[in-house]
C-alpha cells in the first residue's frame, strides 16, 4: 500500500514570506495528489491538486509541484498571511486499485504578522 | 452548496459500549468513506464503501466496526465494543469518483467520540 511522508512537522513564517511543504510517496503508480487544509476545530478542506501528467499548478498564491521520478510533491504558499496558519496535510491514493486517498501526517504552519 | 452532514457532532460513552456514528453523503455521490483523527495527529483512513460494499478498508478497521448503508441517504459507521484509544474525530467523506481515480474528498464536520 501507499506510504506518504510529509515535512516539515511544523513551519513558522513571517507574514510575506514563502512557505513550502514536501510529500514523498512510495508508490510509482499513483495518480493524483491532492492538498487539504485543516483549521482548528475544523474538516479537512481541498485547496488544490494536480494529476500525474502535469508538473505543476497554481492557483493564486497557491502552487503545486510534482516530481514523478523522485516521487514526491510540494504545495508552495507565496506571499503568507495569517490567516493561511493551519495544519496542512498531502495525501496520494492508497493503492491503485483502491479507492481511498492516504493522509501524510500534517505540518502546522504559523504565519506570524 | 451540498455538503456531507454527520450526527452526533459529540458524543460521550462509557467504555465496552457500542455506538453509531451517522452520515448523510453528498446526494450523487458514489464512494463513501470513514476516516478519524486522534487530537493532534493525522487523518487515517478507516474504510471505503461502493456500491452498498466495502471496497477496501485499513488495518484499524477491525471487528469491532462496521459500516452500513441501511437507506439511499445514511452511511453509518457501528463501533461494537467502544475502547479509551476509540476516542477520536470521525470524518465522513464522500466523492463522485475515487481516489485511484482523482477524487476530490468532501468531509463532513466530524463526530467527536469522548470513551471513558
Known amino acids: 500500500g501507499e506510504n506518504v511522508e510529509q515535512h516539515p512537522s511544523t513551519l513558522s513564517v513571517q507574514e510575506g514570506d514563502s512557505a513550502v511543504i514536501k510529500c514523498t510517496y512510495s508508490?510509482?503508480?499513483?495518480?493524483?495528489f491532492p492538498w487539504y487544509k485543516q483549521e482548528l476545530g475544523k474538516r479537512p478542506q481541498l485547496i488544490i491538486d494536480i494529476r500525474s501528467n502535469v508538473g505543476e499548478k497554481k492557483d493564486q498564491r497557491i502552487a503545486v509541484t510534482l516530481n514523478k521520478t523522485a516521487k514526491h510533491f510540494s504545495l508552495h504558499i507565496t506571499e503568507t498571511q495569517p490567516e493561511d496558519s493551519a495544519v496542512y496535510f498531502c495525501?496520494?491514493?492508497?493503492?491503485?486499485?483502491?479507492?481511498?486517498?492516504?493522509f501524510g501526517k500534517g505540518t502546522t504552519l504559523s504565519v506570524s504578522s | 452548496e451540498p455538503e456531507v452532514t454527520q450526527t452526533p457532532s459529540h458524543q460521550v460513552t462509557q467504555m465496552g459500549q457500542e455506538v453509531i456514528l451517522r452520515c448523510v453523503p453528498i446526494?450523487?455521490?458514489?464512494?463513501f468513506y470513514w476516516y478519524r483523527q486522534i487530537l493532534g495527529q493525522k487523518v487515517e483512513f478507516l474504510v471505503s464503501f461502493y456500491n452498498n460494499e466495502i471496497s477496501e478498508k485499513s488495518e484499524i478497521f477491525d471487528d469491532q466496526f462496521s459500516v452500513e448503508r441501511p437507506d439511499g441517504s445514511n452511511f453509518t459507521l457501528k463501533i461494537r465494543s467502544t475502547k479509551l484509544e476509540d476516542s477520536a474525530m470521525y470524518f465522513c467523506?464522500?466523492?463522485?469518483?475515487?481516489?485511484?481515480?482523482?477524487?476530490?474528498?468532501?468531509f463532513g464536520e466530524g463526530s467527536r467520540l469522548t470513551v471513558l
Open positions: 508508490d510509482s503508480a499513483s495518480n493524483y
Open positions: 467523506a464522500s466523492s463522485p469518483t475515487s481516489g485511484s481515480l482523482s477524487g476530490e474528498l468532501f
Open positions: 446526494s450523487n455521490h458514489l464512494y
Open positions: 495525501a496520494a491514493p492508497g493503492s491503485q486499485a483502491g479507492t481511498a486517498l492516504i
